[in-house]
């Protein structure tokens, strides 16, 4: 919050020479009377010495009567209907002040006084200013009031004028307040004083710091705290819900902590969320003030939230002297969105995106240097000010360093705590770290407007002994005069790379660099660490490039039928009317082809030049049917979705075409609403009336002009898979909430060999059993199963020869506390038992071997277990949580089976989800894959929300497989999910052991399944089940061991939603690379059976014996070919 930015205009001088103990100090006494709209205040000010004058005015708000009740201290109306610049929240509310009038009052006091003058202002009236929406395209539709008193909440602040205003100064206060019981007052400071008495509630905040206004927010809170160190960790909710609250908290005190070691200790004495009763996005000293919608977006908690966070060291403890340029946007920016994004390894991606606003945004009619920069107000506003603020900060941290650069800041922070700071001070506590003289830098990106371009050519490569000399030729293509640039280079080899930084002052530059190895490949700024404007083929086609074109056509389909066109027409309407752009909206038929110059939009499917749409597709393995949309690996109905597709214009690669088809007119106010704030994206898939986006992507960028291969002269040119480019390390790192370590040694535990493979009814799996049952009652949960014990056991055949013996699922439970839904539960499981030395389904060869079964099922259990122990002593679900080890998995399912058989207590009709851990180990860098994603409509919601939170991806397998202990619940209409990490080579084999799990990777399965568990466990409506429930559950019949006994050695892709199964990855001497097939191939055919998903490939493999020689027809880039494969044992 920036406010009373009028007074940063004056001389700064005075009020930062002994700043903190000249303050304007104010005691208020308040009274608040939401039914009247009423405010009643009583203000003790005292003005420090060195401020008093003869002659002193304030301002305050004309809606309020104000009188003196010091003897001897008069008040005189000098000026009625004064109208006073605030400049409000980010600036952006200017207009705040014309929605009423203040009043200029003087103050005259009888005695003159050499010291501090202190005196009381009564002044009392009503405050009821309406909340309005303001402009759409920056504030993503929130709404202002400079001020309201209502049954709903107060909102009081410097937009308000409610509080005696002197002018250039700063202040300090004290605020007690009374409201009616039940009513709670947040403001900036610390809480001294809180008791409820005589049905009024009395509370009062002591803020000593320097600040800029007096914020009084009210309302029938829910209050909920907690400690982090020394900071008071706080959230006012309008409506009882401890684990949002709980997660707010949580986050807070991780961000708090981290921010702690990056920058300093924390200015104040607390922090909170307050929800607010209209949609706001605004953060104060020490709170931020969230709309109800907002707070549960589930990517707030990881984006806006942690952003609004650290504008409590910038921007609201180290204050901005605006009329230098507001720096402060762009380093929080860079601080908290660009770190989170680093730390989820998505950096580059980040500042290409950003790289591209500005490309797609800004051009020279709209164009500034940042020391103009006040506030956004558009898109390209937002680009400069935001964007390439915040590239500047990244560009500066390439210069000096990151360890520099944090003592940069750090010397910043404390020498500039609560006074204003420009550009300049940020650039003397740098150079007083480096030792550098910073100031041409400075002046090249703070003070100059415009953007390099840069080009790589002549790229050439000649071996001389043994050295290899490259050559190549960097060029700025600019118009403006040339940028001084520390170019970074990637120069790719075998089996490295290296990157370096060439100095570059003038348009061009000849670049000369000797090895000792051959190199294979040049990249010009790669990783997007400068800032620059970007050649159209390093952006994938976007929704930006059309939202930033000044010159655009919408094309409308004649051919639709009239209600669908008078839909397209509406949508095409609303955005015409954007004055800043000429948009021309016609019927497709005036046109014979697509104009070259402008970026156009092609609505519907029946649209003639839907064609050259289906066209460009087919380069990012895509396509547009009549009744189905594929983008990517992804298949979408028609039917009630609606499709946004951006393609490169053929004719002017420069230009975009966006297809944009919906069957839902319902769709058109929401589509309308919600794509400029999808502009990164290069297709959308949006369901229903809302519309819900249900899918979203970027095309990948090929040819970039900045990227060139090495030829070698008189070598032939290599196809390599060339290694990764080095990836920079986080600024900064959250602690985590789960612990790797943890998880890991019970990996080893139950993967070890005293185990022996976790055999039913072996010493081992008794062991097991154990220390299962000791880890949940270490986390607190309670006995789950009837008879009030940890178990369900029964006996069953435990080995090839038939012998039986007992076994048992291990149940622990958190009970719900909603009387109406404490009887529902979800289930959170995983199997713990595995192969022992190979019964049942050892492959062939393994007989007789400790199968340590360390990712099948160790890590499963190891997630499961480390849910319990963050969430078996806090947690209080509104529906039970059920935490499940089951037993005899690898048998058939038999545990889950029985579980959903016999339990009553819990019975599995009452199961509102279930999310089962099986074989979640070996993650590394990819994707975490969620099966059975079909069995509920929400499942796609609910992990595009925790990847949202958590930043962990994840892909939704759709496909109906027998994988794990779900499919027992599947059968009797429950839905539920397996996570899994991926086929690997050593399933089920001796060599799945614990050295190969991934400990990372497990903190991002238990992140993820968090998010997952926390929904479903206060989720009141139950999910809508998709599957086919059978109308009896079977009972427990033989295992069925051995069914299938081959395999072609190949691992299938569980995401490909086409026809077909997919290889993923195969060994060079499995027999499907023996009989030539590759990965990316499609197999369609085994033998006499069709296969057409892999419960078919499955299904025909059972038929064969090892040793079969069968036909085998697959695809391979769109071409059938039919090969002989000869199947090995499984």
């Not at 691992?1051 to 009989?1075: C, R, Y």
């Amino acid at each position: 919050m920036f406010k009373r930015i009028l007074f940063l205009f004056v001389t700064i001088s005075v009020c930062t020479a002994s700043f903190a103990g000249s303050t304007v100090h104010h005691k208020l006494s308040v009274n608040v009377d939401p039914v009247k709209h009423f405010v009643d205040a009583v203000d003790q000010i005292t003005i420090p010495a060195d401020q008093v004058k003869p002659n002193m005015t304030f301002i305050l708000n004309s809606d309020l009567t104000v009188s003196s009740l010091t003897p001897g201290v008069t008040i005189k109306l000098e000026e009625s209907g004064v109208k006073v610049e605030d400049l409000g929240m980010d600036r952006e509310d200017l207009d705040l002040s014309s929605e009423f009038k203040q009043n200029k009052y003087s103050i005259n006091f009888v005695t003159e006084s050499k010291g501090d003058v202190t005196f009381t202002l009564k002044f009392s009236g009503m405050i009821n200013y309406p909340i309005k929406q303001i402009g759409e395209e920056y504030a993503r539709g929130f709404s202002q009031t400079p001020g309201i008193i209502d049954e709903k909440g107060a909102y009081l602040g410097g937009s308000t004028y409610w509080v005696p205003w002197f002018n250039e100064n700063w202040i300090s206060f004290e605020l007690t307040t009374t409201m009616p019981k039940g009513w709670s007052v947040v403001s900036q400071g610390k809480r001294t004083f809180n008791e409820l008495k005589n049905n009024e509630q009395t509370s009062t905040w002591n803020s000593p710091d320097p600040m800029e206004e007096i914020y009084l927010i009210a309302a029938k809170f829910n209050e909920y705290s907690k400690s982090a160190g020394a900071v008071d960790v706080m959230a006012f909710l309008r409506t009882p819900d401890e684990t949002l609250a709980n997660k707010y908290l949580e986050t807070t005190a991780q961000y708090l902590e981290m921010y702690r070691k990056l920058i300093g200790t924390y200015p104040f004495t607390k922090f909170a969320l307050v929800e607010n009763f209209w949609e706001t996005g605004y953060g104060m000293p020490s709170f931020t003030l969230l709309g109800e919608q907002i707070i549960r977006f589930p990517f707030i908690l990881h984006s806006s939230y942690p952003h609004e966070l650290l504008h409590n060291y910038w921007g609201n403890s180290v204050y901005i002297d605006f009329k230098k340029g507001n720096w402060c946007e762009g380093l929080t920016a860079y601080m908290a969105d660009h770190l989170i994004a680093e730390q989820r390894g998505q950096a580059d991606e980040y500042r290409r995106t950003t790289l591209q606003k500005y490309t797609d945004y800004v051009n020279p009619s709209n164009d500034f240097p940042l020391n103009k920069f006040i506030s956004r107000t558009n898109p390209s506003s937002e680009a400069v000010g935001y964007g390439k603020n915040s590239m500047f900060w990244n560009m500066l941290r390439e210069s000096v360093g990151d360890e520099l650069f944090v003592k940069g800041f750090q010397k910043f922070y404390r020498d500039n705590k609560f006074n204003a700071a420009s550009f300049d001070d940020i650039r003397a506590s740098f150079e007083s770290v480096s030792g550098k003289d910073l100031k041409s830098f400075f002046s090249e990106w703070v003070d100059k407007k415009g953007a390099p371009e840069l080009s790589v050519s002549n790229v050439k490569c000649v071996k001389k002994k043994n050295e290899y000399l490259l050559q190549f030729t960097l060029k700025q293509l600019q118009k403006e005069d040339a940028f001084a640039l520390d170019v970074p280079v990637a120069i790719s080899f075998a089996k490295n790379v290296v990157v370096e930084k060439v100095a570059m002052t003038g348009k061009e530059q000849n670049c000369a660099f000797t090895f000792k190895e051959n190199p294979r490949l040049v990249q010009v700024d790669p990783q997007f660490n400068l800032f620059r404007k970007l050649n159209y083929n390093e952006i994938p086609p976007s929704l930006s490039k059309i939202f930033g074109a000044e010159d655009l056509l919408i094309l409308l389909p004649l051919r639709a039928a009239k209600e669908k066109l008078e839909s397209y027409r509406a949508l095409a309407k609303i955005w015409s009317e954007d004055k800043t752009k000429k948009i021309e909206v016609s019927l497709d038929s005036k046109y014979d082809k697509l104009p070259v110059n402008k970026n156009i939009w092609i609505f519907g499917a029946d649209n003639k030049f839907t064609g050259v749409i289906k066209n460009s597709l087919k380069d990012y393995n895509s396509e547009i049917k009549n009744d189905a949309v594929t983008l990517g690996k992804t298949s979408f109905p028609v039917a009630n979705n609606s499709f946004i597709v951006s393609v490169r214009h053929p004719n002017n690669p420069d230009n975009v075409l966006v297809y944009l088809s919906t069957e839902n007119k319902e769709a058109v106010p929401g589509l309308a609403r919600k794509l400029p704030h999808y502009g990164k994206y290069s297709y959308l898939v949006f369901e229903g009336d809302e519309p819900a986006n249900i899918g979203k992507g970027e095309w990948s960028s090929v040819n970039s002009p900045l990227t060139a291969k090495v030829i070698t002269h008189g070598e032939k040119s290599s196809s390599d898979v060339l290694p990764e480019l080095p990836r920079r390390k986080a600024l900064a790192m959250l602690t985590p909430v789960f612990s790797s370590e943890r998880m890991l040694k019970t990996v080893q535990y139950l993967a070890g060999d005293e185990l022996a493979g976790r055999a039913p009814g072996s010493t081992g799996m008794n062991s097991a059993i154990d220390f299962i049952v000791e880890k949940f009652k270490s986390a607190g949960l309670l006995p789950g199963a009837d008879d009030g014990t940890y178990f369900q056991s029964w006996e069953e055949v435990v080995d090839a020869n038939g012998k039986k013996a007992s076994v048992k699922n291990i149940i622990g439970i958190i009970p719900g506390t909603n009387p109406d839904l404490k009887d529902e539960s979800v289930v959170i499981c995983a199997h713990y038992d595995h192969l022992g030395l190979g019964w049942p389904g050892a492959n062939k060869g393994n007989e007789g071997k400790i199968h340590p079964g360390a990712d099948d099922n160790a890590s499963g259990v190891s997630v499961m277990l480390e849910l319990a122990e963050l969430l078996g002593k806090n947690l209080k679900p509104q529906r039970s949580v059920i935490f499940v080890a089951f037993a005899s998995e690898e048998s058939g399912l038999r545990g889950s089976k029985y579980y959903v058989q016999n339990m009553k207590r819990f019975p599995a009709k009452k199961v509102i989800g279930v999310l089962n851990f099986d074989t979640v180990g070996r993650l590394g860098n990819g994707k975490l894959l969620v099966l059975g994603a079909a069995t509920a409509r929400e499942w796609r919601f609910i992990f595009m929300g925790a990847s949202y939170v958590t930043g962990v991806e994840t892909e939704m397998v759709t496909q109906e497989l027998d994988a794990s202990d779900q499919k027992s619940f599947l059968e009797v209409g429950v839905p539920g999910v397996q996570f899994f990490s991926g086929a690997n080579a050593d399933y089920h084999k001796p060599s799945d052991t614990p050295d190969k799990i991934d400990g990372a990777g497990l903190i991002k399965v238990a992140a993820i399944a968090q998010e997952a568990l926390l929904y479903l466990a206060d989720r009141k409506e139950p999910l809508s089940f998709q599957g086919q429930a059978v109308s009896e559950v079977k009972k427990l019949q033989a295992a069925p061991a051995g069914e299938r006994r081959v395999s072609t050695g190949s691992v299938p892709d569980f995401t490909f939603s086409g026809e077909g199964v997919k290889i993923a990855d195969l060994s060079p001497d499995s027999p499907a690379a023996k009989a030539g097939l590759q990965k990316g191939d499609i197999i369609v055919k085994l033998g006499q059976f069709k296969v057409t998903n892999l419960r078919e490939y499955s299904d025909a493999l059972k038929s064969f014996q090892p040793g079969n020689i069968v036909d085998v027809l697959f695809l391979r880039d769109g071409k059938e070919i039919n090969a002989k494969l000869e199947l090995m044992a499984k």
